[in-house]
């Protein structure tokens, strides 16, 4: 009988699995996914179409640039979903006035009325969760801290 080597791990190595606060992330990143599509589905919406919706329905009639920054995604990324929020009717993208090399995305009636529709997306996820408002509330503020300590390492 041949006996495995390999040595087993202490259940405190770095290198377990179960170890990894980015696996937990990630695959709770997975779990929102599964939960978020049936109700972005019944949108006609992806979840980074969601998000875009979710800048312009707070403030309308943005620069791009502003909606990127608030994302924290490029112009490479942002481009083709704008195209496709706008082919389906949601958004138009128009030159600024002031600036010719400024576009500003405004919400159309649809996309106006794609909100009240959306109401019920925060409210199927709190409930999806089992977590009071506080615990998601908090979770939520430790995780931008977290995520801002990140990109201060990676210089952004």
């Known amino acids: 009988m041949i006996e495995n080597t390999v040595p087993k791990p202490a259940a405190t190595s770095p290198l377990l699995l179960g170890n990894q606060l980015c696996f937990a992330v990630y695959s ?9 599509k049936p109700l972005l589905d019944a949108l006609g919406l ?42 389906a009717g949601l958004i138009k993208r128009t030159r600024s006035k002031h600036d010719e090399r400024q576009v500003l995305i405004a919400l159309t009636s649809q996309g106006q009325a794609l909100r009240d529709k959306a109401k019920m997306v925060p409210e199927a ?12 509330s908090a979770l939520k503020s430790e995780l931008i801290v977290l995520r801002d300590r990140l990109l201060a390492m990676t210089g952004e």
């Open 28 to 36: 709770t990143a997975h779990a929102f996914n599964r939960v978020y």
């Open 46 to 87: 992806t979840y980074p179409q969601y998000l875009v919706m979710l800048v312009l329905w707070e403030r309308d009639d943005v620069p791009v640039k502003e909606i990127g920054e608030r994302l924290l995604l490029d112009s490479g990324t942002l481009t083709p979903l704008l195209k496709r929020l706008e082919a």
């Open 125 to 136: 996820i709190l409930a999806a969760s089992a977590c009071s408002i506080g615990e998601l």
